[in-house]
């Protein structure tokens, strides 16, 4: 007999098999079911903890044997099927985030060639350009903490927890992640995460696999243009043009190639504003608006937070504290993203003219602080008109919102100092004061203090300060005076969507091209990008049978 169900157990528990066996039988028993221990087997399918009482527990989600031995294809791990790629057919990918290097393992199950185009660079010289953003003040625009190999999530703590699991095989991703080296409890974690000390190997592992198999990756080389063919005019077709390959720019040569191919699945991330500009001017009407949001980081002492989240207990047994919040203000949506425990605010803008930050936390997650964004819902129609007129007259009303975040990351960066981030202390930012010092922080450009109440958009501002004060009604002493607000946390999602047929994943105005991931509009986060660039690159599959 099969069955699953779910049992609390004290955290000093967790690997103590007979009391595990016992809480089994327990509720077997409560079923009618009368088994000794030694004729019961467990996996665990998920793991959580539950910290809403003073008595905190953790959840083990099982699914339990009985009279029966666990079968092997419950305790296989994933078996990769891929082939050597054929020169026959090849897809061009924009991007070697998730969507785009899980697009490329999806293709070579068939033996489909991929192209790899990153503007970034490896790993490797990744980690020295996001090295000098904090110690030269030196930020590169196409090597940073937003572009380079394995995107944006690669040193941003590599997060693997989704509630997207409808778009895909949640389990499929995390298992993928575990074949190149991550450890085997992002498969049972209810929010898992791989570290950012961690993740760069895994990135490394999967280039290294594509390369093996035949397919190629360009680093250093911006895509800078789309070959297009006008499609005859159809009062039945969708698309205006069909994509048959890019131009793009070797950054260290200058020089321009063009690579051609049966398809192109665009996975460029959240920050490639360049990219929405050269759609825009080649078909406008591919793209939307969509809602996004801002704010700022707030950081607090680990230890404030853990004793907050924990009841005041000892938190031996127990890992650092999260948490997350949601409300609503005005009708819009207040809410914490991407929270760090034990974490550090990084540097994540990817031009010189602005600050971005953003979070991060190694795989013990044992820095001495905890951080999180708190930002505000953006809907389109919440635009200023100064931004309206502009994409007007950029000929592409969809650019509105970015237009707005790029102003804001500008405007926060008059408001600092180099890469040196304006900051206030959560306590002055809702009394409306200076802060005459600011706590010691994690963030390495250093902070700069300033009125964040007097120069933050107004109905961003003010969602903030009412929905930091219903966090205190629900988690007493998150507002402190050891807290400190970081600006500005502007690249939670993108504010503008590439258009797709829901079925077949083509961009709506141009044959062939596939968006695909953050940057496109359809995905937050790296399993749900994972996802998404798999979705994109089966249906490529399908229309090149």
Same mark, same amino acid.
């Given at each position: 007999?099969?069955?699953?169900?779910?049992?609390?157990?004290?955290?000093?528990?967790?690997?103590?098999?007979?009391?595990?066996?016992?809480?089994?039988?327990?509720?077997?028993?409560?079923?009618?079911?009368?088994?000794?221990?030694?004729?019961?087997?467990?996996?665990?399918? &998920?793991?959580?903890?539950?910290?809403?009482?003073?008595?905190? &527990?953790?959840?083990?989600?099982?699914?339990? =044997?009985?009279?029966?031995?666990?079968?092997?294809?419950?305790?296989?791990?994933?078996?990769?099927?891929?082939?050597?790629?054929?020169?026959?057919? $090849?897809?061009?990918?924009?991007? *070697?985030?998730?969507?785009?290097?899980?697009?490329?393992?999806?293709?070579?199950?068939?033996?489909?060639?991929?192209?790899?185009?990153?503007?970034?660079?490896?790993?490797?010289?990744?980690?020295?350009?996001?090295?000098?953003?904090?110690?030269?003040?030196?930020?590169?625009?196409?090597?940073?903490?937003?572009?380079?190999?394995?995107?944006?999530?690669? =040193?941003?703590?590599?997060?693997?927890?989704?509630?997207?699991?409808?778009?895909?095989?949640?389990?499929?991703?995390?298992?993928?992640?575990?074949?190149?080296?991550?450890?085997?409890?992002? #498969?049972?974690?209810?929010?898992?995460?791989?570290?950012?000390?961690?993740?760069?190997?895994?990135?490394?592992?999967?280039?290294? &696999?594509?390369?093996?198999?035949?397919? @190629?990756?360009?680093?250093?080389?911006?895509? $800078?243009?789309?070959?297009?063919?006008?499609?005859?005019?159809?009062?039945? !077709?969708?698309?205006?043009?069909?994509?048959?390959?890019?131009?793009?720019?070797? #950054?260290?040569?200058?020089?321009?190639?063009?690579?051609?191919?049966? !398809?192109? #699945?665009?996975?460029?991330?959240?920050?490639? $504003?360049?990219?929405?500009?050269?759609?825009?001017?080649?078909?406008?009407?591919?793209?939307?608006?969509?809602?996004?949001?801002?704010?700022?980081?707030?950081?607090?002492?680990?230890?404030?937070?853990?004793?907050?989240?924990?009841?005041?207990?000892?938190?031996?047994?127990?890992?650092?504290?999260?948490?997350?919040?949601?409300?609503?203000?005005?009708?819009?949506?207040?809410?914490?993203?991407?929270?760090?425990?034990?974490?550090?605010?990084?540097?994540?803008?990817?031009?010189?003219?602005?600050?971005?930050?953003?979070?991060?936390?190694?795989?013990?997650?044992?820095?001495?602080?905890?951080?999180?964004?708190?930002?505000?819902?953006?809907?389109?129609?919440?635009?200023?008109?100064?931004?309206?007129?502009?994409?007007?007259?950029?000929?592409?009303?969809?650019?509105?919102?970015?237009?707005?975040?790029?102003?804001?990351? &500008?405007?926060?960066?008059?408001?600092? *100092?180099?890469?040196?981030?304006? !900051?206030?202390?959560?306590?002055?930012?809702?009394?409306?004061?200076?802060?005459?010092?600011?706590? @010691?922080?994690?963030?390495?450009?250093?902070?700069?203090?300033?009125?964040?109440?007097?120069?933050?958009? @107004?109905?961003?501002?003010?969602?903030?300060?009412?929905? =930091?004060?219903?966090?205190?009604?629900?988690?007493?002493?998150?507002?402190?005076?050891?807290?400190?607000?970081?600006?500005?946390?502007?690249?939670?999602?993108?504010?503008?969507?590439?258009?797709?047929?829901?079925?077949? =994943? @083509?961009?709506?105005?141009?044959?062939? #091209?596939?968006?695909?991931?953050?940057?496109?509009?359809? *995905?937050?986060?790296?399993?749900?990008?994972?996802?998404?660039?798999?979705?994109?690159?089966? $249906?490529?599959?399908?229309?090149?049978?």
């Amino acid at each position: 007999m099969i069955t699953e169900f779910s049992i609390t157990i004290q955290p000093e528990d967790e690997n103590n098999n007979s009391i595990i066996l016992q809480k089994i039988s327990r509720q077997l028993a409560d079923k009618n079911i009368k088994i000794a221990a030694s004729k019961i087997k467990y996996i665990v399918l &998920k793991k959580s903890i539950d910290a809403r009482h003073r008595q905190i &527990k953790i959840v083990l989600k099982l699914k339990v =044997f009985v009279n029966e031995e666990i079968p092997l294809s419950e305790t296989q791990t994933f078996t990769p099927e891929w082939k050597t790629a054929s020169e026959k057919k $090849s897809v061009i990918i924009i991007g *070697s985030g998730p969507a785009g290097l899980f697009a490329a393992l999806k293709l070579l199950e068939s033996g489909i060639k991929p192209i790899i185009i990153e503007r970034g660079k490896t790993t490797s010289k990744r980690k020295i350009d996001i090295a000098a953003i904090s110690t030269k003040k030196i930020v590169d625009e196409n090597s940073n903490y937003c572009f380079g190999e394995g995107g944006a999530g690669t =040193f941003s703590d590599g997060k693997l927890y989704t509630r997207s699991n409808k778009r895909g095989n949640v389990n499929r991703i995390l298992q993928i992640f575990n074949f190149f080296g991550a450890d085997e409890n992002i #498969l049972t974690d209810a929010h898992a995460h791989i570290g950012t000390d961690k993740l760069p190997k895994i990135i490394n592992a999967i280039r290294d &696999k594509i390369i093996s198999l035949g397919g @190629e990756i360009y680093f250093n080389t911006k895509c $800078s243009d789309f070959i297009l063919e006008r499609l005859p005019q159809n009062a039945n !077709a969708a698309a205006s043009f069909k994509i048959t390959g890019i131009k793009a720019v070797n #950054l260290e040569t200058e020089s321009e190639t063009s690579f051609y191919a049966d !398809a192109v #699945l665009l996975a460029t991330g959240h920050s490639a $504003s360049d990219i929405y500009s050269l759609l825009a001017k080649k078909c406008p009407s591919a793209l939307e608006p969509k809602t996004f949001a801002a704010g700022v980081r707030v950081e607090h002492p680990r230890e404030l937070i853990d004793f907050i989240q924990y009841h005041g207990q000892d938190r031996k047994n127990l890992p650092t504290a999260e948490y997350r919040f949601t409300t609503q203000v005005d009708e819009r949506g207040v809410y914490s993203f991407c929270m760090c425990p034990g974490g550090f605010v990084v540097p994540s803008s990817s031009g010189p003219d602005e600050i971005v930050v953003n979070g991060m936390s190694t795989a013990k997650r044992n820095s001495r602080w905890s951080n999180a964004a708190i930002v505000v819902e953006i809907r389109p129609d919440d635009i200023p008109q100064e931004f309206e007129e502009q994409a007007d007259k950029a000929g592409c009303k969809a650019l509105a919102g970015l237009y707005f975040r790029t102003a804001l990351e &500008k405007l926060t960066k008059q408001n600092g *100092s180099g890469q040196s981030a304006p !900051a206030q202390r959560l306590t002055d930012f809702l009394n409306h004061k200076d802060s005459t010092s600011l706590p @010691e922080s994690s963030y390495t450009p250093g902070l700069v203090p300033s009125r964040l109440d007097k120069w933050l958009p @107004e109905h961003i501002e003010k969602r903030l300060e009412t929905g =930091f004060h219903n966090f205190e009604k629900t988690t007493k002493g998150f507002i402190s005076s050891d807290a400190v607000l970081i600006a500005s946390e502007t690249r939670t999602s993108t504010p503008v969507r590439i258009l797709r047929n829901t079925e077949t =994943f @083509e961009c709506t105005g141009i044959k062939n #091209l596939y968006p695909a991931g953050e940057g496109s509009g359809y *995905s937050g986060g790296i399993v749900s990008s994972a996802m998404d660039g798999e979705n994109a690159a089966a $249906s490529i599959l399908l229309a090149l049978k």
